[in-house]
């Protein structure tokens, strides 16, 4: 297990009040680099740009003191939520090793501003875009308004989110073996209004992945899956390249509103 990653993980958290600082350019340069190399496991093309809220007009009403953001558009093709969420979240872990903070928006931003500054093309879409920058020392009152309405420092039970063989087992984390860790970084990504949709299903040497359907579908695509890509870059960082995605829904009956979404193999 990478520590400095679990480390990122486990004390990373949505950031919304930051101190007006445009980035420096040391920092320009390291974010500009790791965009343009991020990659996904599911073969998807992810683009992202670092813009600057003067320049393009962008904000939002959550918000404080970002004077940059970083938004990433994408085609509308099979698992484009998956690597989307996989993506930015690997860009937004980057950031807190650089002491940088973020927090994913998917409705609170002035949309069409963000598009125009993205360029998008008619089969693209901008899910989401996030602040980046140096945090506040003190939180705004609305954000910790916000983090105590979304109940944003708490989580599902380990064993309410992770099943054993099947979804009729909760799985005890101390019974997880080599998958506790990385399970523990699934359940503590961030997620839309804190859902936590993501399900797994350890079996043997694979574990599969599901999403509870929660909240509703809209031309942006399943926000939900792209909250699912987030907790699997998660789970394959602490796994250290071990293993690999697949694409292969097992015999599991699933509870309802339950979605097959991928497994992951040793």
Known sequence: ???ST???????????TFTGEKLNEEDVKSINEYISAVDDPFGVPV?????????YGLSSPVIVGAENYIAAKVK??????LAYGYCF???????????????????????SAFETAMKLSEDEVMPAASPIGYPARKMSIRETMMRNGLKADERIPFE????NGSFENGLDKAKAGKFAEALEAVRWAPSATNKQPWRAVADGDRIHFY?????????????????????LANFELMMQNS??????????????????ITTFVL
């Open 211 to 231: 999403e509870l359907k929660i909240l509703k579908e809209s031309a942006l695509g399943d926000i939900q899956k792209v909250d699912i890509g987030i907790a």
């Open 89 to 111: 979240e690997k860009v937004c872990l980057f950031a807190a090793s650089k002491g940088l903070g973020t927090v994913i928006l998917a409705a609170t931003l002035s949309r």
């Open 160 to 163: 309410k989110l992770f099943f």
């Open 76 to 81: 509308k093709v099979p698992d484009f939520e």
């Open 1 to 3: 297990m990478d520590i």
């Open 47 to 55: 683009t992202f740009r670092l813009l600057s809220a003067e320049e």
């Open 243 to 260: 293993g690999h995605f697949v694409f292969n829904e097992p015999p599991i009956t699933k509870p309802d509103n339950t979605h097959y």
């Open 6 to 16: 679990n480390e990122i993980i486990r004390q990373r958290k949505s950031v919304r």
